[in-house]
C-alpha cells in the first residue's frame, strides 16, 4: 500500500517515512508543500494521506478541503498531524474530511499503531467495495438473461398470433421496428423506445380468439363480423393481463389500444386524445402504415407514398398528430425498413 506524506518540516518528513518503512508492504511518497502534493495525488492514486496542519501557502485544512472536492478521492483515508490542541481545529478537520489525528512531536508507537489501524480499515472498505461491484454485475448479467429469456417469449408469443393470421407475413418485423423509430423520434429515452419494439408484437395476440371463418374471410367482413374482429383487442388484453412483468403490462396496453381513435371513434373503448396510452399512439400509426402497404387477401399493397399520405389524411382524426410528426420526421428510416423486410 502507498501513503503520502506531507509536511514543510524535513526531520518529520525523514522519521515519518522511516516509520512507513517499518509497516509491511507498504512505502512511503514525501512531499514538503501541500500544492506540490495536491497536483501529484490528483494523477496518482494512494492508499494514505498523512498532511500537517501547519504549512507554508496551503495549510492542512485547506489541503484536505481541496482534496475531498476530487470526487476520486472521497474515500482515502488522511490523518492530520498538528501541535495545537485547539478543538476548533480538529472539529473542522472533521468536518472537511479528515479521519483520525497524530499529535507532534511524533510517537513513534502511536504513529505505527495509527497508520496500521487505518490502512487495515481502507483495505477492509476496498474488499467490501469491490466485492459490492462484483455482486451488482452479477446482478446485472443475471437480471439481463432474465430480460432476454422474457423477450424471447414475448417473440415466441407473438409469433403463435402470427401463424394464426397469413396475411401478417414479416408484419410484427417492420411494425415494432417502425414503432421503436416513432418513440425515438418522440424524444423518449432509449430504454423505453426498446420496450415499446418488445412488446409490440403482441399486438395481435388477442386473434388466437378470433373464429377462423372471420379471421380468414378472403373477402370483406359484414358488420357482425368485423363486431366480432374488434373483440381481438379486448381478447389480447386479457391474455396478458395480471403479469407483474413490464414488458407484459406494456405488451397488454399496446393490444388493448392500439385500435382507439385520436377523436375517440375507436374500439374497444372509445379513448380520446391523450386519454389513449403513447404506446397504443405509436403502435397505432405503426400498424396501420404497414397494413396498408401489405398485401392481404382483401386488397393490393398501396405504395410507400399513398399509404404515408393517408395517413396524414388521418391526423387528428385516427391518429395522433404529434406521432405522426414523429413519423414523419424519420421517413428515410421508415424506408429502409419497408425496402429490408418486405414479404
Known amino acids: 500500500m502507498k501513503i503520502a506524506i506531507i509536511d514543510d518540516s524535513e526531520s518529520s518528513l525523514s522519521l515519518m517515512s522511516e516509520l512507513v518503512l517499518g509497516l509491511r508492504d507498504v512505502e512511503a511518497v514525501t512531499f514538503p508543500s501541500s500544492l506540490a502534493a495536491l497536483m501529484w495525488l490528483g494523477q496518482n492514486p494512494v492508499d494514505l494521506v498523512i498532511v500537517d496542519y501547519l504549512m507554508p501557502s496551503l495549510n492542512g485544512l485547506g489541503f484536505i478541503e481541496l482534496f475531498r472536492r476530487d470526487p476520486n478521492q472521497t474515500a482515502i483515508p488522511i490523518i492530520m498531524v498538528t501541535s495545537s490542541d485547539s478543538k476548533d481545529v480538529r472539529y473542522m478537520a472533521l468536518q472537511l474530511g479528515a479521519t483520525d489525528f497524530l499529535t507532534k512531536p511524533i510517537d513513534p508507537v502511536e504513529f505505527t499503531a ?29 437480471t439481463e438473461r432474465l430480460v432476454e429469456r422474457e423477450r424471447e417469449a414475448l417473440l415466441f408469443l407473438g409469433r403463435t398470433a402470427e401463424h394464426r393470421d397469413p396475411e401478417t407475413g414479416r408484419h410484427l418485423t417492420r411494425m415494432s421496428t417502425y414503432s421503436w423509430l416513432i418513440a425515438l423520434s418522440l424524444g423518449l429515452p432509449a430504454e423505453q423506445a426498446n420496450r415499446i419494439k418488445v412488446a409490440s408484437p403482441l399486438h395481435d395476440v388477442g386473434k388466437v380468439a378470433i373464429p377462423d371463418h372471420i379471421l380468414l374471410k378472403p373477402g ?47 374500439y374497444p373503448n372509445g379513448l380520446k386524445g391523450e386519454d389513449i396510452p403513447l404506446s397504443g399512439r405509436i403502435v397505432a400509426v405503426a400498424d396501420v402504415f404497414d397494413a396498408l402497404t401489405t398485401t392481404r387477401p382483401y386488397k393490393k399493397a398501396w405504395s410507400f407514398d399513398d399509404a ?11 391518429f395522433d398528430p404529434t406521432c405522426l410528426a414523429a413519423f414523419g420526421a424519420v421517413l428515410s428510416d421508415i424506408h429502409d425498413v419497408y425496402d429490408a423486410h418486405r414479404d
Not at 490502512?119 to 446485472?140: G, I, N, R
Not at 363480423?225 to 396478458?240: P, R, S, V, Y
Open 114 to 142: 495509527r497508520v496500521s489501524n487505518t490502512l487495515d480499515a481502507y483495505k477492509a472498505h476496498k474488499a467490501l467495495a469491490d466485492q459490492s461491484a462484483w455482486l451488482s454485475s452479477e446482478v446485472a448479467r443475471a
Open 308 to 318: 404515408y399520405d393517408h395517413l396524414r389524411d388521418g391526423a387528428g382524426s385516427h
Open 220 to 266: 370483406k367482413l359484414t358488420p357482425e363480423e368485423f363486431a366480432i374482429m374488434k373483440g381481438h383487442a379486448q381478447h389480447g388484453a386479457n391474455i396478458l393481463a395480471g403479469s407483474q412483468s413490464p414488458l407484459l403490462q406494456l405488451a397488454c396496453e399496446i393490444a388493448l389500444s392500439h385500435h382507439e381513435w385520436f377523436d375517440g371513434s375507436g
